[in-house]
């Protein structure tokens, strides 16, 4: 196949496909079958099976007990090695505030026109918690991550169509100094996030995710506020 494959430029539409798959993996919550990857990518299942094979043997796809498919063991190494110094620093601090708040708190980057979990902590003492798998995607202008993510940059560099009611919170969230959402990116959850400005870094956020229910959110963004100035301070800022 040659490197011309595909529709935008020279690209390789059978890396194109290994990495919908992974893509695919990662966002579906349950085991895969070869026929469910299939029917995604919209090949047929030999060109699936081939392409799995392949992500097998370097161990980025797995298998349960059931012979169903999912995200290998090998992600977690090259995952490690994603902004190791970030996350080595930002750990710690999230699991003290994921502790204190009795809920799951995540580091969020921004990757184009989106944000992505990088680093993601569960309490360890909460009767219900909300999941926030690191690799986790969503568009920018949706979520309280997103928001303190755009109040760090210029709205000319802010992707297109977001709309005037967004600017007006995203302006609200840079005065107060911390964004909210509620039902935006997951429905029934609430979130609270802070900015993560570090030199020489792609913009990124702080946030905690709870279900409803009589938090403050001002004093869930003072806690991550705190633990996204001892982040700043570790990485000269």
Not at 33 to 51: E, M, P, Q
Not at 83 to 91: K, S
Not at 118 to 146: D, F, I, M
């Amino acid at each position: 196949m040659s490197a011309s494959d595909g529709t935008n430029g020279a690209t390789s539409q059978t890396l194109d496909r290994g990495i919908r798959i992974l893509e695919l993996l990662a966002d579906r919550l349950e085991p895969q079958s070869i026929d469910d990857v299939a029917a995604a990518l919209g090949v047929h299942r030999s060109v699936a099976y081939r392409l799995i094979r392949t992500l097998e043997q370097h161990g980025l796809v797995g298998r349960d007990a059931a012979g169903r498919l999912q995200l290998g063991a090998a992600l977690a190494a090259l995952a490690a090695g994603v902004a190791h110094d970030l996350q080595a620093e930002v750990l710690p601090e999230l699991t003290a505030a994921a502790n204190e708040l009795g809920m799951t708190c995540f580091l969020v980057v921004l990757d184009h026109d989106e944000c992505v979990t990088l680093v993601s902590v569960e309490p360890r003492h909460a009767v219900a918690t909300v999941a926030q798998r690191p690799g986790t995607r969503h568009p920018v202008g949706v979520g309280a991550p997103g928001k303190a993510i755009l109040t760090q940059l210029r709205p000319a560099a802010w992707p297109p169509g977001l709309g005037a009611a967004l600017a007006g919170e995203v302006h609200e969230a840079a005065v107060r100094g911390w964004a909210e959402s509620q039902n935006e990116v997951i429905p029934s959850l609430h979130a609270v996030a802070v900015p993560l400005a570090l030199r020489g870094r792609a913009p990124a956020a702080i946030a905690a995710v709870h279900l409803p229910g009589g938090h403050d959110a001002a004093a869930v963004a003072g806690r991550l506020t705190r633990s996204a100035t001892a982040v700043r301070a570790a990485l000269g800022g």
